[in-house]
């Protein structure tokens, strides 16, 4: 694996224009529902999207000139148990929208293609933010966690979301704790950057998917009542990862042409903004 490049090299200076040359990220009502309505919340077909085994692929194009320093989506295929593969969950529209909506409301240059990335791949350190969902029946081979320490160490930073309860938590934390046995997630409290630096955030939101917003449920389980945001920092502060625990920031992004209350609460107010922050915060810290 090569060195993991500075996150923030290739995209400070057109973030930095974005924050101070505009009001945009300061605008409540800026987002516009997209994509087409589904009464029964099922997937959609995206004219503008091209979906292939590898990733997919929005409907803009890119400047030559920023092709291989254009931040670029990239999910994790983890090995994990269980009746099927659970790193694909949201997939493929989150991975279409949140890159959109990125592309869409601030001035960081995005890749219209999506990629899925293994831990044991070598370029891994091609890409400095990793997202990878619905760890709680994950396994990871040895192979796998030596990749992610190694990719962790070099400057990576991961993303971890939508998985709710005691138990999926232990099935996370005890691969997490093969991957780092010195070190603990750590609880970032609300006046932490990551829920304030581009949009502001009044609480740590609990973002549940349409389902059980549908039926009246505030949250997946009975034993998630309380969404959890933990940072995993390395031997000089710097956060390599953040944990969100009992809250689904990809389904308020896979979901959001499907009902436009839904998008208000969930999508507009939350999933989006915290997305872009975090995304924002790996790439500038």
């Excluded at 993991?4 to 090299?9: F, Y």
């Excluded at 959109?100 to 219209?112: A, G």
């Excluded at 760890?135 to 998985?163: A, C, H, I, K, W």
Aim: proline share 5%; with cysteine; charged share 30%.
């Amino acid at each position: 694996m090569k060195i993991l490049r500075n996150p923030a090299r290739s995209f400070l200076v057109l973030f930095t224009v974005s924050v101070l040359a505009t009001g945009l990220f300061a605008q409540p009502d800026f987002f516009n529902q997209r994509g087409s309505s589904n009464p029964y919340g099922g997937r959609r077909n995206y004219s503008r999207g091209q979906v292939t085994a590898t990733g997919v692929k929005n409907d803009w194009e890119i400047d030559k000139r920023f092709e291989h320093d254009a931040f670029r989506f990239a999910r994790v295929r983890y090995t994990s148990w269980g009746y099927r593969d659970k790193w694909l969950t949201d997939y493929p529209e989150s991975d279409l929208n949140f890159p959109h909506r990125l592309r869409e409301l601030t001035s960081i240059e995005v890749h219209p293609e999506t990629i899925i990335v293994d831990l044991t791949d070598e370029n891994l350190g091609d890409y400095p933010f990793l997202y990878l969902v619905e760890p709680g029946q994950m396994s990871l081979s040895d192979e796998e966690v030596t990749g992610l320490r190694r990719y962790l160490l070099n400057g990576g930073f991961l993303m971890v979301d939508d998985f709710w309860g005691e138990d999926e938590w232990y099935g996370f934390y005890e691969n997490i704790k093969r991957v780092f046995p010195d070190r603990e997630p750590e609880e970032l409290p609300l006046e932490h950057d990551i829920f304030h630096l581009v949009y502001d955030l009044a609480e740590k939101p609990q973002i549940v998917s349409i389902g059980a917003w549908r039926s009246g449920r505030i949250t997946e389980r009975y034993d998630a009542r309380e969404p959890h945001y933990r940072g995993l920092f390395d031997d000089q502060g710097r956060m390599m990862a953040i944990i969100c625990h009992n809250t689904d920031l990809g389904d308020g992004w896979e979901e959001e042409g499907v009902d436009p209350t839904y998008f208000k609460e969930y999508s507009e107010r939350f999933a989006y903004p915290l997305g872009i922050n975090i995304v924002t915060y790996a790439l500038t810290h």
